[in-house]
């Protein structure tokens, strides 16, 4: 038996419970899923059979959460209960993975598992959450962490950790670690939560757009000029327009970038130098953003802040 998949199965799952298992190819072959309980799965023939698949090349996932008994599908009206909140980290791994450990706004994860070189997947066993609550959830971790906005639903599969990852060559083992044991309630999270409408608040005079026609970046640049000169807090203002404009392809990068231009902005206005500038917005992000990258988008923005600046003193 695969004792790595059937010990991530036992701590996050109860035995009756029925979960989804997705084998995937990438050879154009149509996925195969299983409803199946989880003392079926753990049965050493049906163990058997999943690592002869997976050794042929089928990748081998699990749903995040337990789905309702005698379902025949994975589809979100079949999900039985909020067991996982989770996030998938596929750029910059190391650093945003370091970042989320380092964070006090999420608890230990209960696993991570790395699902491939510098990708990982962290999962948190939650109770009391309902499926909206959910759903809102991963979408807030995401961008708090530069995770994947687009694996936030309930019916999602994860990775089955003690299997190979068959997109690579040599194949990838997904391995998992468990930081934490206990069981988590909303309360354990500290996230921004996502406004059921985009619309700012703005301040007029703060504004440097025409007030009978912008675009939503211009008001999110008006917006942020006017917090930030009141003193809001940089990190809490990146999170929020993340959240705020969870349309763009990359929030997190999006709402960085808008915040640290604009403090640039600002501070070359106060009369600080450039290189101080460089220096804040380097301590800013660095343990955001690799240290090589971060260094080098730090001077790119201080040196574009500056270029607005003459350019606006010259208009």
């Known amino acids: 038996m695969n004792q790595v998949a ?5 701590r996050s799952f109860a035995f009756s419970e029925t979960i989804a298992l997705l084998l995937r190819r990438g050879d154009g072959v149509r996925p195969q899923q ?3 309980t989880v003392d079926q799965v753990l ?15 089928a990748n081998i996932y699990v749903s995040g959460n337990p789905l309702i008994p005698g379902s025949r599908k994975r589809t979100k009206e079949f999900v039985a209960s909020v067991r996982h909140l989770y996030i998938d980290i596929d750029t910059d791994g190391e650093a945003r993975l370091a970042a989320l450990r380092a964070s006090d706004r999420v608890p230990a ?13 962290a999962l948190w066993r939650v109770a009391g959450i309902g499926f909206e609550s959910q759903e809102q959830m991963l979408k807030s971790i995401a961008i708090a962490f530069g995770g994947d906005t687009a694996c936030t639903d309930r019916n999602r599969v994860l990775r089955l950790p003690g299997f190979f990852n ?16 206990r069981t988590y309630l909303t309360n354990d999270f500290k996230l921004d939560q996502i406004p059921a409408t985009r619309a700012l608040s703005f301040d007029a005079n703060a504004r440097e757009v025409s007030p009978a026609k912008h675009s939503l970046s211009e008001e999110d640049w008006g917006w942020t000029l006017s917090e930030l000169s009141r003193g809001k807090d940089a ?23 808008t915040v640290d231009m604009a403090s640039a902005r600002l501070w070359l206005a106060e009369g600080v130098g ?4 460089i220096t804040m917005l380097e301590v800013r992000r660095r343990f955001e953003i690799p240290g090589a990258v971060c260094s080098t988008r730090a ?13 606006r003193k010259m208009a």
């Open 6 to 10: 059937a010990q991530f199965l036992t």
């Open 109 to 121: 994860p209960n696993a991570i598992l790395s699902t491939s070189p510098g990708k990982y997947q």
């Open 235 to 257: 990190a809490q203002l990146t999170r929020t327009l993340a959240l705020r404009r969870s349309d763009k392809p990359n929030p997190l990068y999006y709402a960085q970038r």
């Open 34 to 36: 299983r409803i199946i």
């Open 274 to 277: 450039i290189d101080d500038i």
């Open 299 to 311: 001077q790119e923005i201080a040196e574009t802040a500056q270029r607005m600046v003459a350019h």
């Open 166 to 181: 068959q997109k690579y060559s040599p194949a990838h083992l997904v391995t998992v670690e468990y930081p934490a044991e």
């Open 43 to 57: 049965q050493a023939r049906y163990m058997a059979w999943l690592a002869h698949q997976n050794q042929t090349g």
